[in-house]
């Protein structure tokens, strides 16, 4: 069973549109990580989020933390071509331990 | 620039081999991870380590073993390489995750087992 469940799995869209990516658990997690991960490259770190519906923005790209600490959602706006890439999101496990989502591919089409 | 480095971005090796995949970083972080990312199933801990010569399980671990004999370095090994373990096997280091701190990865190496 996934701990973290990420939808769309896939999404295209065309350049200049916006787009939401969700992640969402039964669990309450202290704190949850978004990265982005590239072809061929290893994730990189985008945003963590801690308190109970928090909004963070990141130039074009906005994240929320649920209210009850068990679900995401990030926002693009105008979508670049560089902003092509895997989104994961992760959560704290317990342990030191970080339990990842199977990611949502995003591709921006010029 | 902090860094994790991992030895080779691509293996191809036979099936039965032993093989050792390495990654050092250099941010004095205690706590390094092996996952292994498939199509479809995501990134899965195979093991981690919190402390030198410290290691635990992680979600998947059959087959595999681990070495952390210094801080920077640790090291996946697969006992007796088979068709399953072909995979994108990526390296994590972190200060604490149970704060919500970053977690650094390599570039990550894909294996093909032939």
């Known amino acids: 069973t996934q701990l973290l469940e990420q939808s769309p799995q896939f999404l295209s869209i065309q350049e200049g549109e916006n787009l939401t990516v969700y992640c969402n658990s039964s669990?309450?997690?202290?704190?949850l990580q978004w990265y982005r991960q590239e072809p061929g490259e290893g994730p990189v770190l985008l945003v963590t989020?801690?308190?109970?519906?928090e909004v963070k923005k990141l130039k074009r790209l906005t994240f929320q933390f649920g209210d009850a600490r068990k679900d995401s959602s990030l926002h693009i706006t105008a979508a670049q071509p560089g902003d092509t890439g895997l989104y994961l999101c992760a959560g704290e496990k317990g342990n030191n331990r970080l339990a990842f989502g199977k990611g949502n591919q995003v591709v921006v089409i010029p | 620039d902090v860094k994790v480095t991992q030895s080779s971005r691509y293996l191809v090796k036979r099936t039965g081999e032993k093989v050792f995949l390495e990654c050092v970083q250099d941010?004095?972080?205690?706590?390094m991870f092996w996952y292994r990312q498939d199509p479809g199933l995501g990134l899965r801990l195979i093991y981690f380590?919190?402390?030198?010569?410290?290691?635990e399980k992680g979600d998947i671990p059959e087959g595999y073993s681990v070495s952390r004999e210094k801080k920077e370095r640790f090291s996946l090994i697969l006992e007796s390489a088979s068709t399953n373990q072909t995979s994108m096997y990526l390296c994590?280091?972190?200060?604490?995750?149970?704060?919500?701190?970053?977690?650094?990865f390599g570039q990550g190496t894909r294996l093909t087992v032939v």
């Open positions: 994590a280091s972190s200060l604490n995750p149970g704060l919500g701190t970053e977690a650094f």
């Open positions: 380590s919190y402390d030198v010569k410290m290691k």
């Open positions: 989020v801690v308190t109970g519906g």
């Open positions: 941010m004095d972080h205690e706590n």
């Open positions: 669990s309450v997690f202290s704190s």
